[in-house]
């Protein structure tokens, strides 16, 4: 059994693979993150790990979860399945590296974009070469609702919130039509333009906003919320079989 951690921006996340297959997924607690990693390690008998950290872990807690399993860290220097064309990789993300091992891994020999939409949106691009070039990054649906009450004097703090008409007509239905149709807009443009320059170009939507964005988009896409830790997987099989 292989067990996947995805530190993110706002909690994490773990994820027992038998093989390449999702057994079993959960969110956990950063405060008690060591005792409750060991027990899932008991329960399921992992014997390998991975944790791709983007929010912070203490290292005493690394050094804790590295005694009990053998734990690959996910960084720029790790083997990944593909080739890395990105100008500064030693700044990628890691949560980005890992989605475009997701899909060298389910979209062999195609052309792929990958988006995806939680507390950032992030575009990758990974062509049916195996060559990964980079994309876009932008805010996310909450920091956009954030932005406009924090910097404004007199916007209220909104959740999200499909608005189904463009024209507002009070300030909370004119925030959401901005908000959601906006990052609704910015989507499909980028699948828009980057099908004009690569044909058969499969579309992944991934992230915490996925349910709320993937049946508003025009565009034809995959909708997996589980994208990110199946290419985690992906790699510390990859490292494995090293």
């Known amino acids: 059994m292989n067990l996947v951690i995805?530190?993110?921006?706002?909690?994490?996340?773990?994820?027992?693979?038998?093989?390449?297959k999702l057994i079993?997924?959960?969110?956990?607690?950063?405060?008690?993150?060591v005792n409750e990693v060991s027990e899932l390690i008991e329960k399921f008998k992992c014997a390998n790990a991975?944790?791709?950290s983007v929010g912070l872990l203490k290292k005493s807690q690394i050094s804790k979860l590295k005694s009990k399993i053998n734990l690959v860290e996910l960084n720029s220097s790790t083997k990944v399945p593909f080739k890395n064309m990105y100008?500064?990789?030693?700044?990628?993300?890691?949560?980005?590296?890992?989605?475009v091992a997701a899909a060298i891994s389910k979209f062999t020999n195609k052309?792929?974009?990958?988006?995806?939409?939680?507390?950032?949106?992030?575009?990758d691009f990974v062509d049916k070469e195996g060559c990964y070039y980079g994309g876009a990054i932008s805010p996310g649906i909450k920091i956009r609702y954030k932005s406009?009450?924090?910097?404004?004097?007199?916007?209220?703090?909104?959740?999200?919130?499909?608005?189904?008409?463009?024209?507002?007509?009070?300030?909370?239905?004119?925030i959401n039509a901005g908000v959601v149709h906006g990052v609704i807009?910015?989507?499909d443009s980028f699948i828009n333009q980057y099908k004009e320059k690569n044909k058969d170009l499969t579309v992944v939507l991934t992230?915490?906003?996925?349910?709320?964005?993937?049946n508003r988009l025009k565009n034809s896409i995959f909708a997996n919320p589980f994208f990110l830790m199946e290419g985690l997987n992906t790699i510390l099989t990859y490292n494995l079989n090293k």
């Open 6 to 20: 995805d530190v993110g921006n706002t909690g994490i996340k773990i994820a027992i693979f038998k093989n390449s």
């Open 24 to 33: 079993h997924n959960e969110s956990i607690n950063k405060e008690n993150f």
């Open 87 to 99: 100008l500064t990789p030693k700044t990628l993300g890691v949560d980005r590296i890992a989605l």
């Open 148 to 174: 406009l009450h924090t910097f404004t004097n007199n916007l209220p703090l909104l959740e999200s919130k499909y608005a189904t008409q463009f024209l507002g007509n009070s300030t909370e239905t004119c």
């Open 207 to 214: 992230g915490g906003d996925t349910n709320f964005l993937s």
């Open 50 to 52: 991975i944790i791709s």
């Open 185 to 187: 807009g910015e989507i």
């Open 111 to 123: 052309n792929v974009l990958i988006i995806d939409a939680g507390t950032c949106i992030t575009y």
